[in-house]
């Protein structure tokens, strides 16, 4: 079994991830979208890190989908709505007992993945790390933070696991992934829409707590349906603290709609809200807060799916 890292995706966090590997000494080979892609990536010479005010290039080998070779590691670094047509062009090239790392936010996306490649094992992961590309093939490394990874049909730990520690990626292996997942989309939920619908930074929701609130109590009700009673602990308490620890932050959603790129909706409030309607949990205000959304984003001329 080769132990090369591929990861599809070279954008904030696969670009923080393949330049750590790098640094530790694993293998490692992006997977960019197509030719002109590979060729602009080959013209800048590899991958620029920038921690605080340092600049660190790595002059990691890339590839596209359409290149030979068995993919035995996968690393998975695309927004949610990418993740299944990525893996789509790849599904030819993953050897047997191929393992993929499923990076994104929210939930939804890596059932759609792993229904396409049923003989993989899917290893779920969840970030809070921060990291954002300052130009292509430039990233910087903005906030620190920690992984979860788990696999919710196998708890067994990937003989690979040492690899991040060794890259210095702060990660541990975790028997409830779901339960961080869906605990992340709810506080996704409970934030990011209203900083968009209110023009805010997340700080800025201090002057709409009643309706943080209200929200925290459906999503609450949301998750114990789920069979996620944990993630659903204190989650109106977790969430003001979210708050105010990142109140000058501007919510991931409010960037995107800002620099008028698509947002992850349809991973995130779309699915607790696809979710409760599959439990018939009537969940009005939730509702509502998805509703406004889509008219927002369709106003700006975005999508809204
Ligand atoms: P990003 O947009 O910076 O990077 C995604 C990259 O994937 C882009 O470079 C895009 O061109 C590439 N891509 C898409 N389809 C592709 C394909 N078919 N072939 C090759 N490349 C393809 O996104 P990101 O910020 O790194 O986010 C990735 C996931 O991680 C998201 O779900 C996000 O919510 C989550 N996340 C991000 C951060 C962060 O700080 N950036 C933090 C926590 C979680
Ligand atoms: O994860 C976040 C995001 O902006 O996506 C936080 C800061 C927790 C707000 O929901």
Same mark, same amino acid.
């Given at each position: 079994?080769?132990?090369?890292?591929?990861?599809?995706?070279?954008?904030?966090?696969?670009?923080?991830?393949?330049?750590?590997?790098?640094?530790?000494?694993?293998?490692?080979?992006?997977?960019?979208?197509?030719?002109?892609?590979?060729?602009?990536?080959?013209?800048?010479?590899?991958?620029?890190?920038?921690?605080?005010?340092?600049?660190?290039?790595?002059?990691?080998?890339?590839?596209?989908?359409?290149?030979?070779?068995?993919?035995?590691?996968?690393?998975?670094?695309?927004?949610?709505?990418?993740?299944?047509?990525? %893996?789509?062009? !790849?599904?030819?090239?993953? =050897?047997?007992? &191929? /393992? +993929?790392?499923? #990076?994104?936010?929210?939930? *939804?996306?890596?059932?759609?993945?792993?229904?396409?490649?049923?003989?993989?094992?899917?290893?779920?992961?969840?970030?809070?790390?921060?990291?954002?590309?300052?130009?292509?093939?430039?990233?910087?490394?903005?906030?620190?933070?920690?992984?979860?990874?788990?696999?919710?049909?196998?708890?067994?730990?990937?003989?690979?696991?040492?690899?991040?520690?060794?890259?210095?990626?702060?990660?541990?292996?975790?028997?409830?992934?779901?339960?961080?997942?869906?605990?992340?989309?709810?506080?996704?939920?409970?934030?990011?829409?209203?900083?968009?619908?209110?023009?805010?930074?997340?700080?800025?929701? %201090?002057?709409? !707590?009643?309706?943080?609130? =209200?929200?925290? &109590? /459906? +999503?609450?009700? #949301?998750?114990?349906?789920? *069979?996620?009673?944990?993630?659903?602990?204190?989650?109106?308490?977790?969430?003001?603290?979210?708050?105010?620890?990142?109140?000058?932050?501007?919510?991931?959603?409010?960037?995107?709609?800002?620099?008028?790129?698509?947002?992850?909706?349809?991973?995130?409030?779309?699915?607790?809200?696809?979710?409760?309607?599959?439990?018939?949990?009537?969940?009005?205000?939730?509702?509502?807060?998805?509703?406004?959304?889509?008219?927002?984003?369709?106003?700006?001329?975005?999508?809204?799916?």
């Amino acid at each position: 079994m080769s132990s090369t890292w591929h990861i599809l995706g070279a954008g904030s966090l696969g670009s923080l991830w393949a330049c750590r590997l790098a640094r530790a000494g694993k293998a490692v080979r992006l997977i960019l979208r197509d030719p002109q892609r590979l060729a602009a990536y080959q013209a800048a010479g590899g991958l620029t890190l920038l921690e605080q005010d340092q600049a660190t290039h790595f002059a990691i080998p890339a590839e596209t989908a359409a290149s030979g070779g068995p993919i035995h590691r996968l690393l998975l670094a695309c927004k949610a709505y990418d993740a299944a047509p990525a %893996l789509a062009r !790849l599904a030819p090239r993953l =050897a047997d007992g &191929a /393992e +993929l790392v499923l #990076l994104q936010n929210g939930l *939804g996306s890596q059932d759609e993945v792993a229904e396409q490649v049923p003989h993989a094992r899917c290893i779920f992961a969840s970030s809070t790390e921060g990291a954002f590309r300052e130009d292509d093939w430039r990233v910087r490394f903005a906030g620190h933070g920690f992984n979860w990874l788990g696999d919710p049909l196998n708890s067994g730990l990937p003989d690979w696991f040492d690899d991040l520690h060794e890259a210095g990626i702060p990660a541990e292996w975790t028997v409830d992934i779901l339960t961080r997942l869906w605990r992340k989309l709810a506080l996704n939920c409970a934030i990011n829409p209203l900083t968009v619908l209110h023009d805010c930074h997340n700080g800025g929701l %201090l002057e709409h !707590l009643g309706e943080v609130d =209200a929200l925290c &109590a /459906e +999503l609450a009700e #949301l998750l114990r349906r789920c *069979g996620q009673p944990e993630a659903a602990e204190d989650l109106g308490e977790e969430v003001q603290r979210v708050i105010l620890a990142t109140a000058a932050n501007y919510s991931s959603m409010y960037q995107d709609v800002r620099h008028a790129r698509r947002t992850e909706l349809h991973y995130l409030l779309g699915h607790a809200c696809r979710a409760a309607a599959r439990h018939g949990l009537a969940l009005p205000r939730l509702e509502q807060l998805r509703r406004r959304l889509v008219e927002n984003l369709q106003a700006r001329g975005l999508p809204s799916d």
